[in-house]
């Protein structure tokens, strides 16, 4: 196992040291976060590479992702063409609550507030619609938890989750934004909202959050 993953890194070592030493030689490598591999056995391999770099011009840490090719046979890395990742898109996260959910609602925001706070990304958005929680006051737990950007749609009656996910849709107007349905029991990393972008949203009329994953193996600018 860990002569796959000596392999592995091996592979990549290039495209990081070109990024860090070569173009942005303010930074520097503070950690490897996460290496993934796609593997196509008759085109290539696409990778995923995020690290944790040290900003040196502003002293603080900032966070890098992106994705590479390697066409099969060759050793030299390419972008991918035509592969289209908005790393500062809007991510909008729904949660649904009703009943004796407020214990779990306030769960998620104190996740989605230590995010923020571990972070400092702004561009997302907490849509919480709510069927009458009685054991928690939403609206001041919202308020209070330093969140840059929430919403509550309060409703009346029994807990309908179709609906409520239907509500929460039908609140965001911008077809670029990403729309992300969240559970309440899960445990919320500080990569979270990163990991959203990581997919592709596709704009259909009646629903707006299918994300499709996509394989691309086009061969892109080379270094």
């Known amino acids: 196992m860990w002569l796959e993953v000596k392999k592995f890194f091996n592979q990549v070592r ?20 996460n290496l993934e591999q796609n593997e196509d ?3 290539g391999n696409r ?3 995020e690290l944790e770099l040290y900003d040196n011009t502003a002293n603080r840490s900032v966070r890098f992702s992106e994705y590479v090719y390697q066409k099969r046979g060759q050793q030299k890395l390419c972008y991918p063409e035509g592969f289209k990742w908005n790393k500062s898109a809007m991510v909008n996260v729904i949660l649904t609550a ?4 407020g214990k779990w609602v306030n769960y998620f925001i104190d996740n989605m507030a230590r995010l923020y706070q571990e972070t400092k990304q702004n561009n997302f958005n907490v849509i919480i619609v709510d069927f009458h929680s009685p054991h928690l006051d ?7 938890s330093g969140l840059p950007n929430f919403v509550l749609l309060e409703n009346s009656g029994k807990f309908h989750k179709t609906l409520a996910i239907q509500q929460g849709l039908d609140f965001v107007q911008d077809p670029n934004e990403i729309v992300f349905q969240c559970d309440l029991h899960i445990n919320i990393p500080s990569s979270f909202i990163d990991e959203i972008r990581k997919v592709r949203t596709f704009s259909l009329k009646i629903q707006r959050c299918v994300l499709v994953l996509e394989r691309i193996f086009y061969t892109g600018n080379c270094f």
């Open 98 to 101: 009703g009943g004796n959910q």
């Open 41 to 43: 056995e008759l085109k």
């Open 138 to 144: 939403i609206k001041r737990a919202l308020e209070e």
């Open 47 to 49: 990778f995923l590479v």
């Open 14 to 33: 290039i495209y990081i040291l070109y990024f860090i030493f070569i173009i942005y030689r303010k930074y520097e490598l503070k950690n490897v976060l």
